[in-house]
């Protein structure tokens, strides 16, 4: 897969196309089945040139209602874990694999996931952070394009292309399981341990290269 083609660019470089303009291209969407059943659409939330971006699975019952990721039971666990990594959700920027609920928070479907993964990977090359936190397996898997799970993913980072990708343990997950609270409060130490010792990469031109596949970014279905 290529580039998603964004109005008014014929080159879409690293933070070259502003999120408000990849939000214009996803509208009213009717991509798949989930536009039936959501409130609002959950695009993401945070700051546009942040230095980590957060990747979670899909909105859930409050997201919906509220249009905003991780305001939920999840997003106060992960608000409160942040502080452990040196961050604040002001400086850093939130989105999901899917941007609707999927009905009563079942996993996401291989067609949803292909219809959506297009406008994060968009957002990401718009934000173009030096770090991804994938949160959950469907957020790792097509982030690092791997079907290995979690538990052997996590506690390490992972070089792609440009990015510095930690997998981790989905913070509502981590609520219902002490032992991956724990773990996922360990790697978001290391998180703040890497942010420390490397400091923040130089920013890309907006006449930059034109987008390649080197970027290593995602591609839906692989
Ligand atoms: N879980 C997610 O994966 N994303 C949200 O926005 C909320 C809960």
């Given amino acids: 897969m290529g580039v998603m083609h964004i109005p008014g660019h014929t080159h879409q ?3 070259e196309v502003r999120l408000d303009e990849i939000r214009a291209v ?23 040139r942040a230095r980590v ?5 899909a909105p859930g019952r409050n997201e919906d209602l509220q249009g905003e990721p991780f305001v939920g039971r999840a997003g106060e666990n ?17 989105a999901n694999v899917l941007k609707c609920r999927p009905p009563g928070n079942r996993d996401p479907k291989a067609d949803e996931v292909l219809a959506c993964a297009p406008f994060l990977r968009e957002q990401i090359r718009s934000i173009w952070p030096d ?20 538990t052997r993913l996590r506690g390490r980072l992972h ?28 790697d978001f130490r290391m ?17 930059g290269p034109v987008a390649q596949e080197s970027d290593a970014l995602p591609t839906a279905g692989e």
Avoid at 78 to 94: D, F, M, P, V
């Fill in 131 to 150: 770090v991804i936190v994938t949160m959950g397996n469907p957020a790792t898997h097509f982030v690092l394009k791997t079907e290995v799970g979690i």
């Fill in 26 to 48: 996803l509208g009213d969407c009717r991509l798949c089945e989930l536009c039936q059943t959501r409130t609002n659409i959950v695009f993401g939330v945070g700051d546009p």
């Fill in 13 to 15: 470089a690293p933070r």
């Fill in 159 to 186: 070089q792609m292309g440009h990015f510095i990708v930690m997998p981790t343990f989905h913070p509502a997950a981590a609520l219902r399981n002490p032992a991956w609270q724990k773990l996922l409060e360990d």
């Fill in 53 to 57: 971006m957060f990747v979670g699975e």
């Fill in 78 to 94: 992960l608000n409160s874990i942040l502080s452990l990594a040196g961050l604040t959700r002001e400086e850093i920027y939130i």
């Fill in 191 to 207: 998180l703040g341990d890497y942010l420390e010792r490397h400091p923040a990469a130089p920013v890309p031109s907006a006449q």
